[in-house]
T-cell receptor
């Protein structure tokens, strides 16, 4: 199993540009999450999904959109990037109903810089 | 929402020392995890421990759900234990997972 993978690993954008971050998991998890991590702030939840076709807002959703068209993929979009969105973005997945486990697994992160 | 507080915020120890990290949470939770973020930024699962005690080598964790806290014990610290330790909780179902701000651990050789 590859676990949770993220693409790209690094990206530099100019203010106003758009991009999509892709998260994929092969553990058949129901739930998927996008977080951002800023220095001294810990991890903050952007958006999450409790199943294919569903999404919900987290703690800091403004400026981001998400989609979960397939169970194994969770996309994070920035329509018009701003310097305040410079951060490290982590994707995670969890919840195996058969085992009743909510253990969360993280991808390696995407380092995004907006100039 | 649930508040998660971790202490201490920073900890510097000599190699071989033992340490205890604490996670307090403000409401009942169904799920609690401990993670280690290594100096390269990778988040590694340590324990999934909504209640009780678990051990894995030099690390162990105890969660006392009724008193709303969890402890992570690291014995005989090694330099590879350096990094940030996070606690994360949620109330189950569709509830959001909330992370604490972490404890930064630095082990000196």
């Amino acid at each position: 199993n590859a676990g949770v993978t993220q693409t790209p690993k690094f990206r530099v954008l100019k203010t106003g540009q758009s991009m999509t971050l892709l998260c994929a998991q092969d553990m058949n998890h129901e739930y998927m999450y996008w977080y951002r991590q800023d220095p001294g702030m810990g991890l903050r939840l952007i958006h999450y999904s409790v199943g294919e076709g569903t999404t919900a807002k987290g703690e800091v959703p403004d400026g981001y959109n998400v989609s979960r068209l397939k169970k194994q993929n969770f996309l994070l979009g920035l329509e018009s990037a701003a310097p305040s969105q410079t951060s490290v973005y982590f994707c995670a997945s969890s919840y195996e109903p058969d085992r009743g486990s909510h253990e969360q697994y993280f991808g390696p992160g995407t380092r995004l810089t907006v100039t | 929402g649930i508040q998660v507080e971790q202490s201490p915020p920073d900890l510097i120890l000599q190699e071989g020392a033992n340490s205890t990290l604490r996670c307090n949470f403000s409401d009942s939770v169904n799920n609690l995890q401990w993670f280690h973020q290594n100096p390269w930024g990778q988040l590694i699962n340590l324990f999934y421990i909504p209640s009780g005690t678990k051990q894995n080598g030099r690390l162990s964790a105890t969660t006392v759900a009724t008193e709303r806290y969890s402890l992570l014990y690291i014995s005989s610290s090694q330099t590879t234990d350096s990094g940030v330790y996070f606690c994360a909780v949620d109330r189950g179902g569709d509830d959001k997972i909330i992370f604490g701000k972490g404890t930064r651990l630095h082990i000196l050789p």
